[in-house]
Protein backbone atom coordinates (compact mmCIF):
# COMPACT_ATOMS: atom_id res chain seq x y z
CA UNK A 1 0.00 0.00 0.00
CA UNK A 2 3.18 2.13 0.63
CA UNK A 3 3.22 3.24 -3.43
CA UNK A 4 -0.21 2.04 -4.43
CA UNK A 5 -1.90 5.65 -4.46
CA UNK A 6 1.05 7.68 -5.22
CA UNK A 7 -0.47 9.51 -8.12
CA UNK A 8 -3.70 8.30 -7.92
CA UNK A 9 -6.93 10.68 -8.28
CA UNK A 10 -9.58 11.00 -5.88
CA UNK A 11 -12.04 13.09 -5.34
CA UNK A 12 -14.05 13.79 -2.05
CA UNK A 13 -17.31 15.32 -1.78
CA UNK A 14 -17.94 17.06 1.49
CA UNK A 15 -14.06 16.93 1.90
CA UNK A 16 -13.68 20.63 3.34
CA UNK A 17 -14.45 19.65 7.24
CA UNK A 18 -15.17 16.47 9.52
CA UNK A 19 -14.63 12.84 7.91
CA UNK A 20 -13.59 14.50 4.33
CA UNK A 21 -11.17 16.33 5.84
CA UNK A 22 -9.81 13.93 7.37
CA UNK A 23 -9.98 11.43 4.44
CA UNK A 24 -7.87 13.94 1.97
CA UNK A 25 -5.27 14.19 4.67
CA UNK A 26 -4.59 10.66 5.04
CA UNK A 27 -4.82 10.12 1.09
CA UNK A 28 -2.09 13.17 0.68
CA UNK A 29 -0.29 11.31 3.05
CA UNK A 30 0.14 8.24 0.98
CA UNK A 31 0.98 10.35 -2.13
CA UNK A 32 -2.73 10.81 -3.76
CA UNK A 33 -3.56 13.69 -5.80
CA UNK A 34 -6.71 14.91 -4.22
CA UNK A 35 -9.47 17.34 -4.78
CA UNK A 36 -12.34 18.31 -2.60
CA UNK A 37 -15.61 19.88 -2.87
CA UNK A 38 -17.74 20.75 -0.68
CA UNK A 39 -20.84 23.76 -0.12
CA UNK A 40 -18.91 25.28 2.75
CA UNK A 41 -17.01 28.04 1.26
CA UNK A 42 -15.58 29.03 4.72
CA UNK A 43 -15.21 25.73 5.52
CA UNK A 44 -12.47 25.69 1.82
CA UNK A 45 -10.71 28.79 2.98
CA UNK A 46 -9.66 26.57 5.89
CA UNK A 47 -8.67 23.27 4.04
CA UNK A 48 -6.58 25.56 1.67
CA UNK A 49 -5.12 27.24 4.78
CA UNK A 50 -4.11 23.80 6.03
CA UNK A 51 -3.29 22.55 2.92
CA UNK A 52 -2.27 24.84 0.54
CA UNK A 53 -2.04 24.09 -3.32
CA UNK A 54 -1.17 20.34 -2.29
CA UNK A 55 -5.18 19.77 -2.54
CA UNK A 56 -7.57 21.05 -5.07
CA UNK A 57 -10.75 22.34 -4.17
CA UNK A 58 -14.33 23.82 -5.85
CA UNK A 59 -17.10 25.03 -4.51
CA UNK A 60 -20.46 22.03 -5.01
CA UNK A 61 -23.35 21.43 -4.09
CA UNK A 62 -24.14 17.90 -4.91
CA UNK A 63 -27.59 18.99 -5.02
CA UNK A 64 -27.00 20.82 -8.48
CA UNK A 65 -25.78 18.20 -11.47
CA UNK A 66 -23.85 21.32 -12.91
CA UNK A 67 -21.78 21.76 -9.65
CA UNK A 68 -20.91 17.81 -9.66
CA UNK A 69 -19.71 17.40 -13.08
CA UNK A 70 -18.06 20.81 -12.72
CA UNK A 71 -16.28 19.05 -9.24
CA UNK A 72 -15.16 15.99 -11.71
CA UNK A 73 -14.08 17.77 -14.94
CA UNK A 74 -12.20 20.07 -12.37
CA UNK A 75 -10.37 16.95 -11.12
CA UNK A 76 -9.62 15.63 -14.59
CA UNK A 77 -7.60 18.68 -15.71
CA UNK A 78 -5.99 19.69 -12.64
CA UNK A 79 -4.68 15.83 -12.08
CA UNK A 80 -4.19 15.02 -15.73
CA UNK A 81 -5.76 11.07 -15.61
CA UNK A 82 -9.19 9.87 -15.14
CA UNK A 83 -10.38 9.80 -11.64
CA UNK A 84 -9.17 6.21 -9.64
CA UNK A 85 -11.82 7.19 -6.41
CA UNK A 86 -14.82 8.63 -5.90
CA UNK A 87 -15.85 9.17 -2.56
CA UNK A 88 -19.43 10.79 -1.93
CA UNK A 89 -19.07 11.79 2.16
CA UNK A 90 -21.42 14.97 1.23
CA UNK A 91 -24.05 14.74 3.77
CA UNK A 92 -26.54 16.63 6.63
CA UNK A 93 -28.00 15.48 9.72
CA UNK A 94 -31.69 15.80 11.24
CA UNK A 95 -32.37 14.34 14.56
CA UNK A 96 -35.45 14.78 16.16
CA UNK A 97 -39.50 12.89 15.83
CA UNK A 98 -40.72 12.61 12.53
CA UNK A 99 -43.87 14.70 13.92
CA UNK A 100 -42.14 17.78 14.65
CA UNK A 101 -39.95 17.35 11.29
CA UNK A 102 -40.55 20.16 8.71
CA UNK A 103 -41.34 19.39 4.93
CA UNK A 104 -38.03 21.63 4.17
CA UNK A 105 -36.29 19.89 6.54
CA UNK A 106 -36.76 16.16 5.42
CA UNK A 107 -36.36 17.92 1.66
CA UNK A 108 -33.35 19.13 3.17
CA UNK A 109 -31.45 15.55 4.05
CA UNK A 110 -33.04 13.81 0.95
CA UNK A 111 -32.00 16.10 -1.38
CA UNK A 112 -28.41 16.14 0.17
CA UNK A 113 -28.03 12.86 1.54
CA UNK A 114 -29.52 10.98 -1.34
CA UNK A 115 -29.69 12.99 -4.31
CA UNK A 116 -26.49 14.51 -4.12
CA UNK A 117 -24.74 11.12 -3.39
CA UNK A 118 -27.07 9.85 -7.14
CA UNK A 119 -25.80 13.08 -8.92
CA UNK A 120 -22.40 13.10 -7.91
CA UNK A 121 -21.63 9.54 -8.38
CA UNK A 122 -23.43 9.21 -11.61
CA UNK A 123 -20.71 12.38 -12.87
CA UNK A 124 -18.13 10.34 -11.73
CA UNK A 125 -18.98 6.96 -13.66
CA UNK A 126 -17.67 7.71 -16.94
CA UNK A 127 -14.66 9.21 -15.64
CA UNK A 128 -13.77 6.37 -13.15
CA UNK A 129 -14.51 3.57 -15.73
CA UNK A 130 -11.59 4.65 -17.44
CA UNK A 131 -9.22 5.30 -14.04
CA UNK A 132 -6.74 2.59 -12.79
CA UNK A 133 -8.48 -0.18 -10.73
CA UNK A 134 -11.42 2.46 -9.76
CA UNK A 135 -13.51 2.56 -6.52
CA UNK A 136 -16.60 4.22 -5.47
CA UNK A 137 -17.34 5.09 -1.93
CA UNK A 138 -20.34 6.71 0.10
CA UNK A 139 -20.41 8.01 3.55
CA UNK A 140 -23.46 5.70 5.33
CA UNK A 141 -23.81 5.09 8.96
CA UNK A 142 -24.88 3.01 11.59
CA UNK A 143 -28.19 4.54 10.56
CA UNK A 144 -27.70 2.57 7.22
CA UNK A 145 -28.30 -0.79 8.83
CA UNK A 146 -30.33 0.04 12.16
CA UNK A 147 -32.91 2.21 13.68
CA UNK A 148 -33.27 4.81 16.17
CA UNK A 149 -36.26 6.37 17.49
CA UNK A 150 -35.68 10.30 16.69
CA UNK A 151 -33.25 9.67 13.85
CA UNK A 152 -36.40 8.52 10.93
CA UNK A 153 -35.74 11.13 8.37
CA UNK A 154 -31.96 10.80 8.39
CA UNK A 155 -32.12 7.01 9.27
CA UNK A 156 -34.65 6.80 5.60
CA UNK A 157 -31.34 8.76 3.63
CA UNK A 158 -28.97 6.29 5.15
CA UNK A 159 -30.51 3.35 4.26
CA UNK A 160 -30.78 4.52 0.82
CA UNK A 161 -27.49 4.34 0.71
CA UNK A 162 -26.94 0.66 1.77
CA UNK A 163 -29.60 -0.23 -1.19
CA UNK A 164 -27.38 2.35 -3.51
CA UNK A 165 -24.11 0.47 -2.73
CA UNK A 166 -25.79 -3.17 -3.25
CA UNK A 167 -27.47 -1.86 -6.43
CA UNK A 168 -24.59 0.12 -7.79
CA UNK A 169 -21.63 -2.77 -7.15
CA UNK A 170 -23.59 -5.49 -10.15
CA UNK A 171 -24.63 -1.93 -11.90
CA UNK A 172 -20.95 -1.24 -12.03
CA UNK A 173 -18.98 -3.59 -11.80
CA UNK A 174 -19.00 -5.34 -15.64
CA UNK A 175 -17.10 -1.55 -15.77
CA UNK A 176 -14.44 -2.68 -13.44
CA UNK A 177 -15.73 -0.51 -10.78
CA UNK A 178 -15.87 -1.31 -7.14
CA UNK A 179 -18.90 0.41 -5.02
CA UNK A 180 -18.88 -0.04 -1.14
CA UNK A 181 -20.28 2.41 1.75
CA UNK A 182 -18.46 3.07 5.02
CA UNK A 183 -20.75 3.00 8.21
CA UNK A 184 -19.33 4.98 11.00
CA UNK A 185 -20.51 4.86 14.58
CA UNK A 186 -21.24 8.02 16.69
CA UNK A 187 -18.27 10.76 15.98
CA UNK A 188 -17.07 13.07 17.79
CA UNK A 189 -17.61 15.66 14.55
CA UNK A 190 -19.09 19.17 13.68
CA UNK A 191 -21.88 17.00 11.86
CA UNK A 192 -22.60 15.61 15.72
CA UNK A 193 -22.80 18.82 17.18
CA UNK A 194 -25.88 20.16 14.75
CA UNK A 195 -27.53 17.06 15.21
CA UNK A 196 -27.28 17.37 19.04
CA UNK A 197 -28.36 20.94 18.72
CA UNK A 198 -30.73 19.90 16.66
CA UNK A 199 -32.35 17.63 19.21
CA UNK A 200 -31.49 20.17 21.71
CA UNK A 201 -29.21 18.02 23.64
CA UNK A 202 -26.03 18.81 25.11
CA UNK A 203 -22.94 18.44 22.82
CA UNK A 204 -21.05 17.42 26.11
CA UNK A 205 -23.42 15.16 27.67
CA UNK A 206 -24.43 13.24 24.33
CA UNK A 207 -20.83 12.63 23.87
CA UNK A 208 -20.09 10.94 27.41
CA UNK A 209 -23.47 9.19 27.23
CA UNK A 210 -22.06 8.00 23.67
CA UNK A 211 -18.67 7.23 24.70
CA UNK A 212 -19.98 5.59 28.28
CA UNK A 213 -22.23 3.15 25.90
CA UNK A 214 -18.92 1.44 24.08
CA UNK A 215 -17.39 -1.29 25.37
CA UNK A 216 -13.83 0.19 24.28
CA UNK A 217 -15.30 3.54 26.26
CA UNK A 218 -14.25 5.65 23.72
CA UNK A 219 -15.66 7.12 20.41
CA UNK A 220 -14.06 6.21 16.94
CA UNK A 221 -12.34 8.95 14.97
CA UNK A 222 -12.64 10.72 12.07
CA UNK A 223 -8.94 8.99 10.96
CA UNK A 224 -10.29 5.31 12.23
CA UNK A 225 -12.89 6.10 9.26
CA UNK A 226 -10.58 7.80 7.01
CA UNK A 227 -8.23 4.08 7.88
CA UNK A 228 -11.45 2.49 6.42
CA UNK A 229 -11.42 4.45 3.33
CA UNK A 230 -8.11 4.39 2.85
CA UNK A 231 -8.79 0.01 3.13
CA UNK A 232 -11.58 -0.17 0.74
CA UNK A 233 -9.75 2.30 -1.79
CA UNK A 234 -6.33 0.29 -1.67
CA UNK A 235 -5.27 -3.07 -3.69
CA UNK A 236 -6.03 -5.31 -0.38
CA UNK A 237 -9.77 -4.57 -0.81
CA UNK A 238 -9.52 -5.62 -4.44
CA UNK A 239 -12.31 -8.36 -4.10
CA UNK A 240 -14.54 -6.48 -2.39
CA UNK A 241 -17.59 -5.06 -3.36
CA UNK A 242 -21.36 -4.43 -2.62
CA UNK A 243 -20.57 -4.18 1.17
CA UNK A 244 -21.07 -1.72 3.96
CA UNK A 245 -17.95 -1.62 6.49
CA UNK A 246 -18.92 -0.80 9.93
CA UNK A 247 -16.90 1.14 11.82
CA UNK A 248 -18.46 0.86 15.42
CA UNK A 249 -18.11 -1.24 18.28
CA UNK A 250 -20.85 -3.58 19.72
CA UNK A 251 -22.59 -1.22 22.09
CA UNK A 252 -25.26 -1.27 25.05
CA UNK A 253 -26.66 1.63 23.11
CA UNK A 254 -25.91 4.21 20.42
CA UNK A 255 -26.78 8.21 21.38
Known sequence: MDTYFQGRSIIITGGARGIG??????????????VVGDSDEAALDRV????GDSLGQVRCDVTHESDCARLVEFARMRTGRHVDAFIANAGVPFAGPLQDAKPSDIE???????????LSARAAIGSLAH????????????????GRAERSV???????????VKALALELGPLGIRVNAIAPTVLDTPFLHEAYQQAGLSVE??????????????????????????FLASAAARSITGQIMLVDEIGRAHV
Open 205 to 230: AGLQAAAGALPLGRIPTVDDVADAAL
Open 108 to 118: RVIAVNVTGSL
Open 48 to 51: HAEF
Open 154 to 164: YTASKHAIAGL
Open 21 to 34: RAMARRFLSMGAQV
Open 131 to 146: GVDPVMLFMGSLQSVT
